[in-house]
């Protein structure tokens, strides 16, 4: 048994994040083809409360840590101060 992961979901991902945020009250967690910040950036977003790595932690077991670590300025390059500012402004 296998199935599809990585990169190639995101998108699905993304329009799944957004619409399941669209129609609940409560925070969703986006997971699906998260490689970089940018990836991360796009789900929250999108609608994403937050977000969850998986694959991308098999070929770059650092990812985790230099999202961290790039996130705050890619949230400030957006202007906002935190990133329940972030949440959803796709809508």
């Given at each position: 048994?296998?199935?599809?992961s990585g990169p190639?979901?995101?998108?699905?991902?993304?329009?799944c994040?957004?619409?399941v945020?669209?129609?609940?009250?409560?925070p969703?967690?986006g997971?699906?083809?998260i490689?970089?910040t940018?990836?991360?950036?796009e789900?929250?977003?999108?609608?994403a409360?937050?977000?969850q790595?998986?694959?991308?932690?098999?070929?770059?077991?650092?990812?985790s840590?230099?999202?961290?670590?790039?996130?705050?300025?890619?949230?400030?390059?957006l202007?906002?101060?935190?990133v329940?500012?972030?949440?959803?402004?796709?809508?």
């Open positions: 048994m296998g199935g599809l190639a979901i995101k998108p699905v991902a993304l329009r994040v957004y619409q945020s669209q129609a609940v009250s409560i969703v967690i997971a699906g083809g490689a970089n940018n990836d991360v950036v789900l929250l977003v999108a609608g409360a937050a977000v790595l998986g694959t991308a932690n098999f070929y770059d077991p650092n990812v840590m230099r999202i961290l670590d790039e996130l705050p300025a890619c949230i400030a390059n202007g906002a101060k935190r329940s500012e972030v949440v959803g402004s796709l809508a």
